[in-house]
């Protein structure tokens, strides 16, 4: 009777942890294809720096920066350093108007589309700052992993951190900017972060449940494989990867002016995004006109439409953080 009764237990928790341990693991495999970043901006944009660089039919020669200066940066999280390039407007002061660039995951500072927007400031009077999150780039490598933002803001903000009290530029005067995922991450910093003036995005997620949901069934994978994602990330990483969102970051604006744009043919990120973080932002009393590019694909708006993107890129930053003197 005792081993019957063993035997049944044991059958029990066998049958439990068996389909346990393979949901684990297939989150563990969504994480990493989720999750990981490529060493070394995955061998792309070889060489590519703000005095030389190019992009895919569009002369760069109006946009090239040809002073700027390597810095280290730390982040708000200890044992992190970011390099940086700080390039300081060619017409106004070292402590005027000032934009902080982030590019998407996998990305770095020496992304075309990064460089490009960079050069559309640059060459309108404003300084710019471009960094390498963490595990990006030049930047300390730990986990190689990258955290949907959560972890990242801290970068952006002790980029913003170091260009108030460093540099000595005000905070009304320091705006940021971010593609793709590093649009998430910057919209997430101006959430936490009630001194950042102004913030524009191009092409983020709203809700990290949605947009798993969508990348699991873009990779024919159940949707219900979501919660294994989360769990996963906090037994490897310690990431709670929902414990903050876009959506949740704009609804703290409380008035400061942000830009939302993205494309209808994006196939990485769905254009929805851009209605749902619109919507949280005037749920709130908030006020923004999203710019919805039709047929651009996922980032493509500042290479299919430059002239544009320029026009829009700098109209905001001139409004919501003062136009550069000069």
Same mark, same amino acid.
């Given at each position: 009777?005792?081993?019957?009764?063993?035997?049944?237990?044991?059958?029990?928790?066998?049958?439990?942890?068996?389909?346990?341990?393979?949901?684990?693991?297939?989150?563990?495999?969504?994480?990493?294809?989720?999750?990981?970043?490529?060493?070394?901006?995955?061998?792309?944009?070889?060489?590519?720096?703000?005095?030389?660089?190019?992009?895919?039919?569009?002369?760069?020669?109006?946009?090239?920066?040809?002073?700027?200066?390597?810095?280290?940066?730390?982040?708000?999280?200890? *044992? !992190? @350093? &970011?390099?940086?390039?700080?390039?300081?407007? /060619? +017409?106004?002061?070292?402590? =005027?108007?000032?934009? $902080?660039?982030?590019?998407?995951?996998?990305?770095?500072?020496?992304?075309?589309?990064?460089?490009?927007?960079?050069?559309?400031?640059?060459?309108?009077?404003?300084?710019?700052?471009?960094?390498?999150?963490?595990?990006?780039?030049?930047?300390?490598?730990?986990?190689?992993?990258?955290?949907?933002?959560?972890?990242?803001?801290?970068?952006?903000?002790?980029?913003?951190?170091?260009?108030?009290?460093?540099?000595?530029?005000?905070?009304?005067?320091?705006?940021?900017? *971010? !593609? @793709? &995922?590093?649009?998430?991450?910057?919209?997430? /910093? +101006?959430?936490?972060?009630? =001194?950042?003036?102004? $913030?524009?995005?191009?092409?983020?997620?709203?809700?990290?449940?949605?947009?798993?949901?969508?990348?699991?069934?873009?990779?024919?994978?159940?949707?219900?494989?979501?919660?294994?994602?989360?769990?996963?990330?906090?037994?490897?990483?310690?990431?709670?990867?929902?414990?903050?969102?876009?959506?949740?970051?704009?609804?703290?604006?409380?008035?400061?002016?942000?830009?939302?744009?993205?494309?209808?043919?994006?196939?990485?990120?769905?254009?929805?995004?851009?209605?749902?973080?619109?919507?949280?932002?005037?749920?709130?009393?908030?006020?923004?006109?999203?710019?919805?590019?039709?047929?651009?694909?996922?980032?493509?708006?500042?290479?299919?439409?430059?002239?544009?993107?320029?026009?829009?890129?700098?109209?905001?930053?001139?409004?919501?953080?003062?136009?550069?003197?000069?």
């Amino acid at each position: 009777m005792i081993r019957r009764h063993v035997r049944t237990w044991l059958l029990l928790i066998v049958a439990l942890v068996l389909p346990m341990a393979g949901y684990l693991y297939v989150g563990s495999v969504i994480y990493d294809d989720l999750s990981v970043v490529k060493a070394n901006c995955d061998g792309k944009w070889v060489g590519f720096t703000p005095a030389a660089f190019l992009v895919n039919g569009i002369d760069t020669k109006p946009f090239l920066m040809p002073t700027y200066e390597l810095v280290s940066i730390p982040s708000r999280d200890s *044992g !992190f @350093s &970011l390099s940086s390039w700080l390039i300081p407007s /060619a +017409t106004a002061t070292a402590t =005027g108007p000032t934009v $902080v660039v982030v590019h998407g995951l996998g990305s770095c500072k020496r992304e075309d589309r990064i460089l490009l927007a960079a050069g559309m400031l640059h060459r309108n009077g404003f300084n710019v700052l471009l960094i390498d999150l963490r595990n990006h780039g030049d930047s300390t490598i730990k986990n190689g992993r990258y955290a949907g933002g959560t972890r990242e803001y801290r970068d952006v903000l002790g980029a913003w951190d170091w260009l108030v009290d460093v540099k000595g530029i005000a905070p009304e005067d320091v705006g940021l900017m *971010g !593609f @793709s &995922l590093g649009a998430a991450t910057v919209l997430i /910093a +101006t959430g936490e972060e009630s =001194g950042v003036a102004a $913030v524009w995005e191009d092409s983020s997620y709203a809700d990290v449940g949605v947009a798993l949901r969508a990348e699991l069934a873009r990779d024919n994978y159940p949707t219900w494989f979501e919660f294994a994602g989360y769990v996963v990330a906090r037994l490897e990483s310690g990431d709670d990867l929902t414990s903050l969102s876009p959506a949740r970051a704009v609804a703290k604006l409380n008035g400061r002016p942000i830009f939302i744009t993205h494309g209808t043919a994006d196939t990485r990120l769905s254009v929805q995004y851009a209605t749902d973080l619109a919507d949280a932002v005037r749920a709130e009393g908030g006020s923004v006109d999203p710019w919805i590019v039709p047929g651009s694909e996922h980032v493509a708006a500042i290479v299919d439409h430059p002239a544009e993107y320029e026009q829009r890129l700098v109209g905001f930053f001139d409004s919501a953080i003062g136009k550069p003197a000069g």
